[in-house]
């Protein structure tokens, strides 16, 4: 049984623990801040242990996306008010509770991109049209830990609190290169 509901994206009319997985498919980008903070905690707090929060949306590195910022081609989607890079995404994820485990950069529409996109936006943000992130939830211990050595330390997590979330959800988090994007 399918049923669509209406809510505000940080109050969620949904018991804690209800879902296995959230998807924001093109929905962050039309959040401010503080929005996007809150949908990250209930997300959070609606998902199961373990449970994955999906994102999908545009990467404001892209080319097409900065020739759009400078009016050089297309227009600007005004309802985009939060177009947030892979690594900013990746730090709202953590400090909210959630472990990325899943970072990439797919292919968009324009045809002329799209031969060089397939072959190497995944690995050249300026060529990679959408952020693909699929993000772990991790339990409370975890993301205080979590929480600790990125204030600490401006990381994104000691290897201990991450290996100890990947044996116990039985998963692994994605490679990262040095730069914060995906392997």
């Known amino acids: 049984q399918l049923r669509f509901e209406v809510a505000d994206a940080a109050a969620l009319p949904f018991p804690d623990g209800s879902f296995d ?3 924001a498919a093109d929905v962050t980008e039309h959040l401010d801040d503080p929005t996007f903070r809150g949908m990250l905690g209930e997300c959070r707090r609606v998902l199961v ?4 929060l999906s994102l999908h949306t545009p990467n404001p590195r892209h080319l097409i996306e900065r020739l759009k910022a400078r009016n050089l081609v297309l227009a600007q989607n005004p309802t985009h008010i939060g177009l947030r890079t892979g690594e900013e995404l990746r730090v709202e994820l953590e400090r909210a509770g959630f472990e990325v485990e899943l970072d990439l950069r797919r292919p968009g ?6 031969t060089l996109e397939r072959l190497v ?3 050249v943000e300026l060529l990679g ?3 693909c992130i699929r993000a ?3 339990e409370q211990q975890e993301a205080s ?4 050595a990125i204030d600490g330390f401006e990381d994104t997590g000691s ?8 044996a116990r959800c039985g998963g692994a988090a994605a490679p990262r290169r040095s730069d914060g994007g995906p392997a």
């Open 21 to 23: 997985k959230v998807v």
């Open 49 to 52: 242990p373990c449970g994955t």
């Open 109 to 114: 529409f324009y045809p002329v991109l799209r």
């Open 121 to 123: 936006g995944g690995r």
């Open 129 to 131: 049209d959408r952020i």
């Open 136 to 138: 772990r939830k991790l």
């Open 145 to 148: 830990d979590l929480q600790e």
């Open 159 to 166: 290897p201990s609190v991450r290996e100890g979330a990947r």
